[in-house]
């Protein structure tokens, strides 16, 4: 029940630390990698309150 319920948060969290690495780390086509997975959350949090209304 526990790996369930913070299954999804653990999966943003590492998305947005590979996003901060990433950015810090190139440009070009890692600045869009680092913006698709810092972008995660933010999706994830609007598809969160779009099923909830």
């Known amino acids: 029940m526990?790996?369930?319920t913070f299954a999804?948060?653990?999966l943003l969290a590492l998305a947005s630390i590979a996003g901060l690495v990433v950015?810090?780390?190139g440009?070009?086509?890692r600045?869009?990698?680092s913006w698709a997975a810092l972008a995660l959350p933010i999706v994830a949090v609007g598809w969160a309150m779009r099923r909830r209304t």
């Open 8 to 10: 999804a948060p653990v």
């Open 27 to 29: 440009d070009g086509v």
């Open 2 to 4: 526990i790996r369930s």
């Open 31 to 33: 600045d869009v990698v």
């Open 23 to 25: 950015a810090l780390t």
